[in-house]
């Protein structure tokens, strides 16, 4: 028992920071383009490899609170602007109204970074392996079986990324601005929990929280966007 205890620990809570890691890079892939998006997170993973290996269990020292204050305040920065032009676009729709993919096809140059998704890819994966990385030591370091603990939060990665290939072709059939807006969205609430959370505010249910974010602001946001078509009318 002891020795299955932290794989299962260790799955579970990295399937949860996963699932907003890979939200955001799929928001920010499909929307501003892969190539850029993935060097982020590139970049994201080898500065946490990186960290990981060169402090070890020492990693805890690390002051997560300042991280997730810097990273949520930019992340709900970027949301909310994203949000409003999305919310613009929608109230006054161009005739020619694109899909994500044929916007992205146009836009991603092979030769040229997006630094927009390049950054927001790299912060959200810098955090949340972080966050990923406390589980593991915490875990297995308890337990004595590190090796263990890491195989369980490589596993609950590649679940939630392999789901993430398999919605990912519905999601390029969705009008980029509805897509915007939607990632707006998901970067506002991210960012609000987290900077929150940096803030020492301990919200009520955990990360399930953010489901509740999520629900205030898309309702917000229609109440703007009613708004907003009722002055261009």
Excluded at 15 to 35: F, H, K
Excluded at 51 to 69: C, K, N, Q, V, Y
Excluded at 156 to 177: D, F, H, T, Y
């Amino acid at each position: 028992m002891n020795g299955m205890f932290p794989i299962v620990a260790t799955f579970l809570a990295a399937s949860i920071e996963g699932t907003e890691m890979i939200a955001i890079l799929l928001g920010v892939g499909v929307t501003r383009g892969w190539r850029s998006t993935l060097l982020g997170a590139a970049a994201g993973f080898a500065v946490l490899a990186g960290l990981t290996f060169a402090f070890g269990t020492a990693l805890l020292s690390i002051p997560i609170e300042r991280l997730r204050l810097i990273v949520g305040g930019l992340l709900l920065i970027l949301g909310l602007q994203w949000l409003r032009k999305a919310l613009l676009r929608i109230a006054r729709p161009h005739p020619r109204r694109k899909t994500a993919a044929h916007r992205t096809l146009e836009t991603e140059s092979p030769a040229k970074t997006d630094w927009y998704a390049f950054v927001v890819a790299f912060k959200g994966v810098l955090l949340e392996g972080l966050e990923i990385a406390f589980v593991v030591v915490t875990f297995g370091a308890e337990a004595n079986q590190l090796g263990v603990a890491a195989a369980g939060a490589i596993a609950a990665l590649l679940v939630v990324s392999a789901i993430a290939l398999l919605v990912r072709g519905w999601l390029l059939r969705i009008p980029r601005e509805w897509l915007r807006f939607t990632v707006g969205l998901v970067l506002a609430a991210f960012g609000m929990f987290w900077a929150a959370e940096g803030a020492l505010v301990r919200w009520p249910g955990g990360e399930l929280a953010i489901l509740g974010l999520l629900g205030i602001m898309t309702a917000t946001a229609f109440g703007y966007l009613a708004l907003l078509r009722q002055t261009t009318i």
